[in-house]
């Protein structure tokens, strides 16, 4: 693509800067929070933060899919790798995820068959090589991932196939966000969208948050440009005092989304209530299976059940994923939990938000 | 995980008639080509365009004008702010 690196050229990001510098009215104070981990890692990675105007707060929302998996969902993973005749097929960001003792990587270590894969579609692979086991694929992730998984599972479903299933574990995003912008004590101005769910849902989900909340909203893509022209949309219309949805990604997000990836995901799944790590369970935001696809359902093939699990003694990550504690005000962070011995998720996911302080906070 | 770099689509196959033959994209990463399953696409890839990929498929298609045009939004956002500045008498 001729034009891709404009979207990442200083020029154009510094123009942007200086608009969003001279917003009329903007001297006020403005909280915006950032949903997607990938959105605070770009954030960091492109030094964003140093170059916006210092009245502009910057919090991290709960957009990181492995990072929002309660410890209890990951003890089932682990207790599925530990089943003779399993193998987990997994995206590599969930394998160093602690349950409540010990993580895939752990059990891997002790034995149990743990795969790394990049798409669903290389797990079912897997279950095709190795007929004589049953490939177990954690679906952790939120709209973006969702398709992903569902049509994975048409595609069992079309081959015929008996020995692959998931551990559902998917998750939509508007409820937790309704849920926070609820909170008084967060007092949340204004809110960038991710981006890739928007491509999916499509930038008119998060109407009725602007409605309701009167939370200015904007669907924002990860090169420089997009943050900060999301940022400039979001800042003038915190000072117009208006609230609406403005899409800044339009070369991929649409008002309606991806109406294909929509119907995949209405087939196989239904919308259920589902556990938040440091949220708790939020009605409405999971996705289970569809009795017609039940015998995808790793949990009732292998006889699995999540437990209640306790959060890791001292971590934040709860408070961090709601945007009220930043990560260094976490006793643990920089001293017990760091990248290479992580205690909390957040510190894991390359999309964690402590992983990305860790990484670029001087 | 949600890579945002559009690959472009070097070649096309299988049918999207025949769910037997599920349609795949060939694009090219850096340099490198991967395969990509178009399950998601909201709209048919042809060689030539672009696509946003996700865990191994495709969730969106998209040519070098969409591409344009979204410079050209940014262009005129940052154009809008300085037009108002100048109303209110600012100096940048």
Known sequence: MKCADEFRSRDLAEVLLQALSAVPNSDRKIRIMEVCGTHTNAIF????????????????????????????HVDAFIAAARLDGVIIATFGDLIRVPGSSGSLAQAREQGARVEIVYSPMDGLQLAQAETDQIVVFPA???????????ATILETERLGLNNFCVISAGKVMPPPLELLMADPDLNIDGLLCPGHVSAIIGADAYKPLAEKYNISCAVAGFEPAD???????????????????????????????????????????????????????????????????KKYDAFARLDLHVEPAPEPKGCKCGDILKGRLLPPACPLYGKRCTPLQPIGPCMVSSEGTCAAYYRYWE | MCLAIPMKVIEVRGDAGDPLMPQIAVVDADGISIDVRLDLTDRPAAPGDYLIVHAGFAIHTLSEEDALINLQLFKEMAEGVRKLDNQAGGSS
């Open chain 1, 45 to 72: 990675r492109h030094g964003l933060r140093s170059l916006l105007p210092k009245n502009i707060e910057l919090i991290s929302g709960p957009g990181c899919p492995v990072c929002v998996t309660p410890a209890g």
């Open chain 1, 140 to 150: 952790v992730g939120f709209e973006t991932t969702a398709p992903t998984i569902a």
């Open chain 1, 227 to 293: 943050i900060v022209s999301g940022l400039l949309s979001l800042t003038r219309q915190i000072c117009d005092d208006t609230a609406r949805v403005d899409n800044c990604y339009t070369r991929v997000v649409t008002e309606s989304g991806n109406q294909r990836a929509q119907q995949l995901v209405n087939e196989v799944f239904t919308i259920e209530d589902t556990e938040w790590r440091g949220l708790g369970i939020i009605p409405g935001s999971g996705l289970g299976l569809r009795d017609g696809y």
